[in-house]
C-alpha cells in the first residue's frame, strides 16, 4: 500500500502569484474587518495567513475551544475571494501554560527560566508541551479541514528555541543513545579521553551548560543536531496530525533565512511547501548588500524545494527589531519582490496585513500602516499586486542554475564551538562572499548538500566547509575525476562528522583532488589586516589582496600556482591553486581575496567551465535571472541603467517591446520575453 | 476637619542657606567628632545629614535598639550650633535581615538573588522588611522627635531597587488589579491578542522576566510605574509614621538626578521638601555638559518643587563611580552651588563631611578630604561657606520661568521597551539637547507635566513625549488655542496611556495643531550620519543638518515650512514647520538639529513670544539668571570673561559696585543687585 | 627530630636541560605510543608529563581502579630513557562527580552552577571533592612511588577556579574567624560601619555574590585571600600524601603566568619545585611584547623559586584560546626558549607532545603538530632539542640580579575593587611598563616582595603598590635609610592590610622616606590623554608626556624637583621627584611617564645606584642576559643585529669564536662563554 502523492505549492497557487500576508484580526475590532477585505481586494490579495498567534485566544482555558471569531473571519475571506494559509498556533503558548506547567518553559545555559510575556517560550522536549500543542492542531484540522477558504497549513512559525532543562537533558540522551548505541561509541565520537570526559553512565550526561572553560565542541556539535530534530519532532508530530486529517492540503512552516536552528535540508524534506522569511536592511549605504542577501536567500530556498517557493513573510517597511530600523526608499519593496519571483518565489507575502497598534511589533510595518489607506507604503502595495498579477504564468516554472554552491548545516555547526584558529572565520563570513561575488558576475547558483548528485552542475564552488563526511569527500573527488569544476576554499575538509581532525589536518582525499601536500600552518590574519598576493599570471588584478586567513603548505608536482602569498612571513609560499584531476578540474583558495579578485578568479573557473552571464555587458548594480522563458532585469542602483538587449523583447510588467537596448529607472525592473533566437 | 497645614523648607532654613552634608560619625572613633564640630563651624555648615546608614548600628540584632551613641552625636551637634537633617536607615538593611529572611533580598529578571554586602538590597514588596523599616523609623521619630537640632527628616536614600520575585509578582497584580479592575481591561490595554498573550486568570500575570524575545512593552510599562509606586509606598509609610508623630518637621527624601525609576512629580507631591543629589562630571573636555546638566536638574527639580529646594548630595571633590574620577578644577564647587542657588536652591550639601577611610566609597571626596583640614579641598569649603552666609536673604524667594519644557515619566518608560523605530533615540538625548538650546540662550525655563496649567508660559517646549494622554493632548491644544507658542519634537503624541499607537501614528488632534496631515514613515538616522537642511527663510545657517530622525510627512494649508529636507530620499519634504492655531502658533521640528540650529530654532520663536535673555550681549559660557531681585553671573569658562552691565550694581558676594562692566574671572561668579532703573 | 631536606630542581634534571611535554597518551591507540618514543628520542626529549586530565580514565566509576594502561605508559617511556613528570588528575573530575556528587560543582557569583563538560569544574571547599582527590592521589603515589621512570609530581593543574557556594561560604567563615578572631575585629577591619553592613553574627558572612551595587572592598580583598588559600589547601593535601610515600620525589604545581589567583609567594614556599606555563603572543606587531612579556614571567617564577625553575608548559606553534591565534614565525620558539634558559629556566616543555585529533584544544599547536613529523613545527622542535643538549653545563646556576620590583598579591587584589579613582589604573599596567623599561635598559632584575630582605639590591623599584602593610613600609625605609635607591611609583602606600586609607591619603612613613608633603588629590587623566611634562633638569627630553595619572602634593625642603607637571590644572607642581633620606635616595613617579622618558629614569636610579648592562652598546631589540658565566645574546627583531664584543668569546651554540663583534641572524641567538678579562 504505497501513501498517496503529496500536494505541492501549485495547488495554492492556481495559477496566480500568491500575494498577501500574515492577518490577525483578533487584534481588532470586528467593524475593520470588511475595510481589510475591500483593501485586500484593491491590493490584488489572494491569500491571508491567519491565526500564528491565537492559541490564547482559541484555547483561553486548557480545554476550552473558542472558534467562533476564526468561523467568522474564514468565512468574510472566503467571501471576499481570499484563501487562507492557517496556522497552528504552537509557536506562543497562552499565559496558563507557563503559569500551571512552569516545566515548560524552556531554561537557558545558566539554568534560568525563560518565562512567557513575549513569544517561542516553549521546550520542545516537554511532553506536555507537546501533548497541548497536538490537540489544538488536530482540533483545528478537524474543523477547518473542509473550509472552502483553506489553501495551506503554516506549522508554529520560526522555530528556533533551544532549552537547557533537564526534561530536554532526559531527551538528548535518549537522541544520544539512538546515534550512538554504546556509551564507549559516544566517548570515542566525542573524544572524551580529553580532559577527563569519560562518561561511565549515561544519566551522567547534560546538555553543553555554563561551564568554567570551553565545553566538549563535539558535546555542543550534537546538541545542535539534537535541537533542530528536537524542534522537526514537534513539526512532524502536528504537520502528521494535518496529513491526517487533511490530505489534499499541502503544510509548510516558515523558516527565518539562512538560519542557523535548523538542518534546513532535512527540515524542507519533510514539508510540502518550502517558505522563508526574508528581511534585507534597507539601509542606505547597504543597497547592494541586502539584493546580496535576498539573492543568497532565494538560492537557497529554491535548493531546499528543489523548485517553486513561498516567500512567506517580508517588510513592506521598516522592520523594528534592528538598532536603526529604515524605510524601504520608493521603489524597492517592487524591486525585492521581483527578484524573489526570479528566483522561483511563486508567492509573496508580508508580515503582516496591517501594521499592530500595540505589542512588540507595532513599529513593525504592515501592508496597511499606521499612515492607513492613503499613506505612501499601501500605494506601494497596490503597486506590486498589479504587477504580480501579471506573472500568473510563471508560476510552477523552475530556475536553472549551472553552478552551486555547497552549504550544510554540521560544518556550520562545528564551526560555533570555540578554540578554532580564528573567531574571526564565521561559517557565513566566505560563503556570502563568495556567493556575492557568483550574483555579481550573474552566475545564477543553487546551493547543494556536499553529499548529493552534483554532476548536473558545471562549477561547484566550496566556500569553507569545515566538516566533510566521508560520503561528501568521495562525492567531490568523483565529482571532479568525473569532468567537472571545484573551487575550494580554505579550512575545508579539516574534521570528519564528529570534529575530529582529520589525518595530515586536511583530509587526504581531499588533497589529492586540490594537488597539496603537508599543511604545515593555518595562519589567520587579524581583523583588518590583508596579506598582498602576486598573480602568477593574469588572473588577478596588481594590488589585489588576501583577508581573514592565511595557510602555510606545500603543493604537489603538477598543481599550478594560480597567485602566491607576497611578503610576510608566507612570502613567496602559494596562496592559490589549480590542479587537474581526473576529467576536471580543482582549485584551492588559501584566503579570502578582495571582492574584486575572488570576482575574477571565480569568473575565470566558471569560464573554463563553460559558464556565462545571461546577457554581455551588463552595468554594475543591474542583476539578470532567466526563469520559466523570461529575463528578469533589475537596477539594485539608485542611478538608471541601460541595458543592451541582444535581441528584441517585451517587457511583461509594461507590455511593451524593446528593441536594442531597456533603461531600467531608479530601482527599476523588467521582466522579457525574449523574441526566439532568429 | 482639616489637617494643619505642613512645614515647609522655610522651617529648615530660618533665613540661611543651609549647608552642610551628610555626616557618618559611626565610622570614626568619638575623639573625631569634637574635631568635627570645630571644623564644621570653622566652615560655616548648619546642618549635618545623620543615620542615612545607621541600621546596623541602631538595630544590632532584630529588635535591639542602640541609641546611646547617636543621641551623644546629635547633643554634640546641637552644642555646636549645628542642625540636624536625621535619616531613617531603611535604605541598607542589616546583614542579618537578608541571612534571616531571604525573602526580602531583591531577585533580578533572570531570578538570581541581590544578595547583601552592598547597600540597597531590599524588596520593595516585602511585608518583612516594611515592617522592620516601619519600626526603626517609629522609634527613631519616638526618641529625636523632640531633640532641638532635629530640623528635617531625610527618609531613606536615593530610593531606587527594582525586585522581580515571587512576592512581587503578588503586589504587582494587587497593583494591576486596582489599575484595570477587571482582566479584560487588562488585555485590552496590554494588547495581548498579540502573540498570544492573553490572560485568564490574575494569577498568570508576572514581572517582565527574562524571556525569550521582546516582551509585551505595555507589561514593562506598568511594570516601571509599579516598581515606581511600591517604593513609594515605601516612602510615604515611612513619612506617615513620621508626620504622626513630629507633625512640626518636614520630610524628604533625596531623588537621583533625572533618574528614571521614580514618577518624579508624583513623589515630589508626597514630600514637604524637595531635594536631590547632583554630581556633574568634571571633566576637563565636558566642563559646559556639566553645567548644561546641572542647570537641567536644578530647573526640574525646582520645578518638581514649586519653589526653593535643597541640594542634598554633591560632592567636594571626584566621586568614585566613574570610570575615571576628575578632581573639581579650582572654583568649580563655588561655581556649581551658585549656580544651585541661581536656580531655587536653598541648601548646599556635601556627600559627605569626613572622606571615608575604609568601605566602597573612601574614594569618593569629602568637605574634609584624606589630605585633611590643610588640604585643597576644605580651603575651598571653607570659601564657599563664607559666600553663602552673604546670601541669606534669598532664601524663599522664587526664579521666575516664562518658558518650560514638558516632561512625564510615563513618556520616558515608554521609550524604554526594545522594538522601536531606533535604539538611538532615548528620551534624554532630545530632552538634554533642547534644554541646554535653551540654555545657552539664557532663556530661564520651568519643567512642567504635560496636563498641568500652563497658561503662566510665553513658551512651551517639548523635545520627544512619545506617550500623551488625552487629557494633555487637549491641553496642549487649548494652550496654543488660546495663543501659546509650542515648539514640538519628533515621534510625539505617538502613543497613549497604554503605549497603544494613536491612530494615524501621531493623534489627530496633535497634527491639527501643529499642522501636518498623513504621516507615511519615521525615517530615522544612523550614529553619526546627517541630514542636510535647506532653510526656507533666514532661520537657519547654512550648512545646518538634522541629526537622529527624520520624517516622511505632509503639511496642511496654512502650514509654513521653515526648514526642508535637502538631498537623500527626503530630499525637498518638510522638516521644520510653523503653523498659526486659534491666538497661538505651533513649531514642529521632525529632525533634532544641530545645536546652532537649535538655538537659532528656539531663540526665533521665544523671541515671537516675547521672550529674551535677562541681559543683551552676553559673552559665550556666561550664563546670567534671575532670582529674588538677584542677577546670577556665572562663568563656566577658563577664560575671563568680561559682561556689560545696562546700569551699575553691586556684586554682593564681594560689596563691590560695577557700573559699565563687570569681569568674571576663570570660572568666576557674581550676585549683583541692580540698581532699581533709572 | 628534623624533617629530611626535600628533593629539589636538580634531582629531576640530573645535568641535562629537561625537555619535553605533556603526553596524553590516552587519547590514541597504543600503536601510536611507539612512534610517540621513538620521536622523542629523535628530538631530545628527556620528560614527558602524564596524567595530567586522566582522572576519568584512571577511576572510570567511583572507587574503581584502571591502572595497566598507564603501566604501559611509563614503562614504555622508561624503556626510552625518558623520565616522567606524573600529574595527579584533580583538576578535571570525571562527570560521575558532578553528577553523582553536584554540590562538588563550582557556583559563580550568580548563584549559577559551573557544570562538567570542560574542565577546572572542582569547588575547592568540597569536603567531597577533596576526598575523592586524596585518594586517587594516594594510589598513584602507592603504585608508581617506585616506578623507576618518575622524576617529578605535578599536582593538578593551573588551580584557580573561584567559587561562591553555600558551601564556600561556609569554608569563608571559618577562615575569617581564624583570621580575626573575632567579629568585632572582622566589622573594624571591613569598615562595617558604612552602608550599614555590621556582622552581628558570623553565620550571616557570606562571599561577595551578586549585588545592587558596589560590594565592601574588604570582604572582596579578604575571598580573594582566602580562594587563594583554599586552593593551596586542596595542594597541599595532595602534596603531603606525595611527600608521606615518596620522599625522594620533588613536587610542583603549574602555575599560570602572572595569575591573580594565587598568592605566588606563598604558594611557591609550598613547592619543591617552581614551574610555570608561559603563552607569549606571537603575532607580528606585538613581537617584542611577547619576548617583554616573557622576561617578565621569567624574571618572577625564577624569584618565586630563588633559583632554577622550569617552564612546564609554552606552545611550539599557535595556541586556540585567543581570537586570532597565530603560528609563531621561524626561529621564535627557540629564540624564546633559550631566552627562558637565559632567565633561570632548567627544563623547557611544551603543552602538548602530540596535537590532539579532538576535544577543545585540538587546534592547540604541539611539538608533533597535525602535520606530522615531517611538519615545519617537528623540524624546529628537534633543532631546539639539540641546542638544549649543549646547555646541560649550565644547570643549576643562578642569575645574578642586581635591581628587584617589589610585587604583592594583596596589593593587587586589593586593587581590583570597584570605586577607585581610575579603572584604567589596573596593577599590571605600571608593573609590566616598568619591567619593560628595566629590561630594554639591560638591567635584569628579580622580583620581590614589599616585607623580603632587600639589602642585597641596589635598586628598588616599586611600580604600584596601592598596599603596602605597616612591616613593608618599615622595610622600605631602613633600605633606603642605609643607602639604597628606591624609584616609587604613584598612588603606593595609600592602603594598609585591610585596604583602610592611610591617614593623609599615603602613608607617612613612606612620604617622608620621598619628602613629600599633603597629598591633595589624585588626577587621573583619560584613556589615550597625555600630561606634557617639563624636565628640570636633562634627566628626559623635550616633549616627554606623562599618562595615566597625575597627583596634585606639596614637596618637602631638601626634595628636588627632577621634572614638573606643565600646563592644564597641574601645570608647575611636581611631577617627578628626588629626595636624599638617610645614606640613600627615594624618586616619587607621580605619572606613568611614556616609555622613553621612564627608560630615562629608571637609568638615571640605576646608574647613580651603580648599575649598568652587561655590554656598552647593545642595538635596541637584542637582549643580553648573564647566567652561569655564560653571557645569552636574543635577537628578537626581524633584522639581523651586530653586537660589538670587547673581548673575544666563544658561542656554545655553535662552537664557534667570535672576535670583536658577532651578528645575530633574525631571531638568532647565541650563549657566549667570555674569555677572561685580559
Redesign the interface.
Known sequence: MTSPPRPTLADVTRGRILYGGDY?P??WPESVRREDVALMREAGVNLATVGV?????LE??PGERDFGWLDRVLDLLHAGGIGVCLAT?TA?????M??RHPETL?R?E????????????FCASSPVYRDHALRITADLADRYGDHPALRLWHVNNEYG?ACWCDVTAAHFRRWLRDRYGSLDALNDA????????????W????P????????????ELDFRRFTSDALLECFTAERDALVERTPRIPVTTNFMPLFVGQNGWTWAEREDVVSVDLYPDP??PERDDGAAWGALVQDLTRSQARGPWLLMEQAA??V??R?????R??GLTRLWSLQAVARGADGICFFQWRQ?????????SGMV????P????FRQVRQLGADLERLGALTGSPVTARAAVLHDWNAWWATL????????LTYERPLRAWHRALWESHLTCDFAHPESGLEDYALIAVPHLYLLTDAALDNLASYVRGGGTLVCGFFTGVVDT????R???VDARLREVLGIG??????????GKVQPLASCGDDIAEGAVGTLWRE?FETLPGTETVAAYRG??LGGRPAITRHPFGDGTAWYLSTLPDPAALRALLSRAAGEAGLRPPLPGLPTGVEAVRRGGRLFLLNHRREPATVPLPAPATDELTGRRHEHTITLGRHGAAVLREAPPA
Chains 1, 2, 3 share one sequence.
Open positions: 490577525n483578533e487584534q498567534f491565537s492559541w490564547a485566544r483561553p482555558r498556533p506562543s503558548p497562552p499565559p496558563w507557563g503559569a524552556p537557558d545558566t539554568g534560568a527560566v525563560v518565562w512567557y510575556g513575549s513569544r517561542n517560550h528555541t566525542w573524544g572524551t579521553a580529553f580532559w577527563s570526559q569519560r562518561y561511565g553512565d544519566e551522567e550526561i547534560i553543553p551548560r555554563r561551564a568554567q572553560y570551553m565545553v566538549n565542541p563535539t558535546q539601509a542606505d517597511g521598516p523594528n527589531w538598532g536603526v530600523n529604515h524605510p526608499p520608493e499592530s497598534r500595540q505589542g512588540s511589533e507595532k513599529f513593525h500602516s499606521h499612515a492607513g492613503r499613506g505612501r507604503t564551538s570555540a578554540g578554532r584558529p580564528s573567531n574571526l564528529d570534529d575530529r581532525v589525518e595530515g589536518g603537508t599543511v604545515h600552518e593555518w595562519w589567520p590574519l587579524d581583523e602555510d610576510g612571513e
